[in-house]
Structures are given as C-alpha cells and as structure tokens.
C-alpha cells in the first residue's frame, strides 16, 4: 500500500530527536567511519559541532537523529526504520514498532487533539483531551499500534475530562507528516487514506442530528465543526474525494464567536459518509446505524437500497 503517512528515515534525521543504540553498534560503526575520513572533516561536511561529535564517539550522549543518519548515509548503511528507540532531552524513550501512522488518529488529533510548537517553537505540546473515556481509548490504541511508548493520564475533575498525553517526540515524526495541528497538510492525504482521516474528524468534532420530514420520515444531517473556513472547505473537497457532497455554513453566536460546519444532509450522501467513513465512537456509531436501518428499510427512499 502506497501511503503518505508511513514514517521513512528521513523523518528522524532530526537534531530535537536522539537514537539509542548498542556499545557495539557505536564502536563498530565509529571504526569503520574513521578509516573513510577525520573527524574533523565529517563535522564540516554535515555541519556537526565537533565537541559534540566527539561526546557522541565515546558514548557520553545518544546521536541526534541528524547525526546518526548521517553517519549512516554517509558509509551507505541500510537500516530498518521500525525497531529503531528514540527520545527527546527529557521524555521517555519511544519505539518504532510499525511504520504505518493510521489516518484516524490524525484525524482525532486535528479534533480534539493539542500537537503545536510553544510560544518559543523550541518545545512541543502534544495531548488528546476528551470526555468520551472510549475516544480516549482509541486514541491510545492508535497510537500503541505505531509506537511503544508509555502515557501521562489525568483526569480534569472540573469538567470530568481525561486527558492522555504521549511522549512529544511521537508529535514531531507526525509533524514531518502532516504539520502541526494549526497548520494541516490534509490535502496531501492519499485517497485510501481520506476515510480513516475523515473517521477520526467526525469522532472528535463532528454530530449526526435527526429531524422530521413530513415526505422522508426523517431527516438527518452529519455535521463537522470548526474554527477554520479554510480547513471546513478542505473537509468538504476530502468527502468529495468519497463521493459525497457537503456544504460549509459560516456561523455567528450572539456573542460573536465565530465557527464554521461542514455539512451533508441528502439521503444519498448521508449513507455514503455512514458506509466510507463510519465510527469508531460507540454513542455516533449507534446513530448512524439507526439511520441507515430507517433510511433503508423504511420505505421511504427506495432508490437507495443500493447501500445495503
């Protein structure tokens, strides 16, 4: 499967993540290196401070991600990017146990999920907050299936919010994805993976309401709130890809605030979003399949039966 969302090793040749390695892995790759060139010639070639290099050499600190790969491209070394351990300068060390990242989880990041720069663009803010305790559950299970990694859990006992937080160094790989939450890269999502990234969109900030229709019987419409025109409208064109048409309402509350949904409310287009994208949250799922078993067997849109 072709998939943008697949960690390479280019996405850890980074200066803010470290690699830990074996003694022998160290000593054997250091022999071998320093019989190709000097020290001093490498740091110049790849830009290495030279004090740091050779802290690296005797083992006091773990290689940088940049310094480790370039080691590596630099003698033509093939090495497998899952199995590999990282860490940040003060988290808890993270494997790669899979190199598929699933859309979904994206998807709920880009909802109810924190993953940006601070203030200073020197640390990381990365946690998924949610009332719904199965929400969270996925959010972990998604995040377990890429990474072996441990979590900080609270719960916010104002609000009875749970808040899961995972090492911040999963949110730099994830950022050489698809960008920090407040600037989403969702057009380059390949089109087998819009249904996972829509899933876990809908999970976070999106509702299926059910009115009356004096002709249909019901009348539902699945909706997606956001704070962004632009990022709406990116939503709309993603459930185009599907097949499915939406529109984008710009909303003002009395007080001002301002919001934007993206909305599908045709029968036709509602079974397809329930069919294509679904859900994994247990209260929406639940809806959605009472929708569709009334929409289907109800009697009133017969054209449709082809959905079953």
């Avoid at 690699?19 to 490498?42: A, G, M, P």
């Avoid at 003060?90 to 859309?103: E, F, G, L, M």
């Avoid at 984008?248 to 979003?273: N, P, Q």
Wanted: aromatic content about 8%.
């Amino acid at each position: 499967m072709i998939t943008n969302l697949k960690i390479k090793l280019a996405d850890i040749k980074d200066r803010h993540m470290f690699v830990k390695w074996s003694e022998t892995e160290r000593e054997e790759i250091f022999r071998f290196l320093l019989t190709r060139i000097s020290q001093q010639d490498f740091c110049e070639l790849f830009d290495i401070d030279d004090s740091i290099f050779s802290e690296v050499k005797t083992g006091k600190i773990k290689p940088s991600g940049y310094i480790y790969l370039s080691i590596l491209d630099f003698l033509g070394i093939k090495k497998d990017v899952e199995g590999l351990v990282l860490s940040g300068r003060s988290h808890q060390p993270i494997r790669i146990k899979k190199a598929i990242i699933s859309p979904e989880l994206i998807g709920l990041i880009h909802t109810d999920g924190h993953m940006n720069l601070n203030k200073r663009r020197n640390g990381v803010n990365f946690y998924f907050c949610n009332k719904n305790f199965s929400l969270v559950k996925k959010f972990k299970e998604l995040v377990l299936a890429t990474f072996d990694c441990s979590f900080l859990e609270y719960m916010d006992a104002r609000d009875q919010t749970k808040h899961i937080h995972p090492p911040s160094i999963i949110a730099r790989i994830l950022a050489k994805k698809v960008g920090w939450k407040d600037e989403p890269r969702i057009k380059d999502i390949k089109q087998e993976e819009v249904p996972g990234y829509l899933r876990g969109v809908f999970d976070g900030d999106g509702t299926i309401t059910i009115g009356n229709n004096k002709y249909s019987g019901i009348a539902p419409k699945i909706k997606i709130c956001s704070a962004s025109v632009n990022y709406s409208s990116q939503l709309s064109n993603l459930l185009l890809r599907l097949g499915i048409n939406s529109k984008v309402r710009s909303m003002v509350s009395k007080k001002g605030h301002k919001w934007c949904i993206t909305e599908a409310s045709r029968h036709r287009d509602i079974l397809l979003f329930i069919n294509k994208i679904g859900s994994s949250h247990i209260g929406k799922k639940k809806k959605q399949q009472f929708v569709k078993n009334v929409l289907l067997n109800g009697n009133q849109v017969p054209s449709l039966h082809e959905f079953k």
